[in-house]
């Protein structure tokens, strides 16, 4: 698409747009503190191959599932559910689920197919297109009584990170099940990367990805801002949060975000907030201005700059400015 064409759809485009998310710090501790239970559940999907898979979803909340609005938090690639419940360390807290428990949200976390305690087949059968298959038959299913938390949800936000952000968009513009969308560390327009994507999908040789096929050196300039990051959190990343990723949506990730016009972004017509870090290497806020562009069907699209922040946005110290700006937005667009 042309400069120009992009202006012209940024003109003819009515886009909230925050300049900057509030700089709050450091997260030593989130105010008064309430019990957060956690439940384990599998939501059953039937796929292309006929065959039925699980989907495992960790449901944090506070006192009762029944809340007004639920979070569907989706992971990134590389990872599982627990990016969204990253423990306390060294006296910081880490955890965006029990953060949005303790506001009010009822939050499902799911591992994505093909990863954590979701099933895994064949890593080649595990594109883009199956994984938004799964995530919408679970939003389907969370809109029933008749699913494995047993309390239906009128009001439904789903909120991705990276590639799980990519799935999200793919979901909501194909299926339209979600009444809102979070996007965090991941953009439309194009912008350099850190490394040569052919050297990255050349290592690809197996149909899963190991854990920890890409090492702590890696990991860290890629995902996170060091100034901003405690290295107790770096080594807890490489430890315990890296996580098997099918092959075959490991090649859709990037396939679509050299062609990000294959995002189906443009099919999403609810609102859209999305959030990008300064000092993401992936996804460089500097490239977000022309975003809205690519959401003509949107109710709306708000811009959210992040500042001292990487791609691993709930590992860095500084994550109280993501976590506000949602939380926020949120009240913003249903209250």
């Not at 956690?38 to 898979?53: A, I, K, N």
């Not at 990805?209 to 770096?234: C, G, M, N, Q, W």
């Not at 699209?301 to 937005?329: A, F, K, P």
Request: charged fraction near 15%; proline fraction near 6%.
């Amino acid at each position: 698409m042309s400069r120009l064409r992009h202006g012209m759809l940024w003109l003819s485009l009515t886009v909230g747009c925050m300049l900057a998310a509030p700089a709050n710090g450091r997260a030593d501790g989130h105010g008064e503190s309430k019990r957060v239970a956690m439940d384990r559940v599998f939501f059953p999907v039937e796929l292309s191959d006929g065959q039925t898979h699980l989907i495992a979803g960790y449901l944090y909340y506070v006192g009762s599932v029944s809340s007004r609005i639920l979070q569907v938090a989706v992971h990134g690639a590389t990872h599982y559910h627990l990016y969204w419940d990253i423990p306390t360390i060294n006296g910081v807290d880490y955890s965006y689920a029990r953060y949005m428990a303790q506001l009010g949200y009822t939050v499902l976390a799911i591992d994505q197919l093909g990863t954590g305690a979701s099933s895994q087949p064949d890593g080649d059968f595990v594109t883009i297109d199956e994984t938004a298959s799964a995530l919408h038959q679970v939003l389907v299913s969370l809109r029933s009584r008749e699913n494995p938390i047993g309390h239906a949800y009128r009001r439904i936000v789903l909120v991705g990170h990276s590639n799980g952000s990519l799935t999200s968009i793919y979901a909501t513009g194909t299926y339209h099940d979600a009444d809102a969308l979070v996007t965090t560390a991941w953009e439309h327009p194009p912008h350099p990367l850190p490394f040569n994507p052919e050297d990255i999908l050349g290592m690809v040789t197996e149909p899963y990805i190991p854990a920890k096929a890409f090492t702590k050196e890696f990991r860290t300039a890629t995902f996170y801002h060091v100034p901003s990051t405690d290295p107790a959190v770096l080594d807890f990343e490489y430890n315990h949060l890296a996580a098997i990723q099918a092959r075959a949506q490991f090649f859709d990730l990037f396939r679509i975000g050299l062609d990000t016009s294959q995002s189906r972004s443009t099919g999403v017509t609810v609102p859209v907030l999305v959030q990008l870090g300064d000092f993401d290497a992936l996804q460089p806020s500097e490239f977000l201005a022309p975003e809205p562009t690519y959401y003509p069907n949107a109710q709306s699209v708000t811009l959210q700059y992040l500042t001292e922040m990487g791609h691993n946005v709930n590992g860095h110290l500084n994550h109280l400015q993501s976590w506000t700006g949602i939380d926020r937005w949120i009240r913003q667009v249903f209250d």
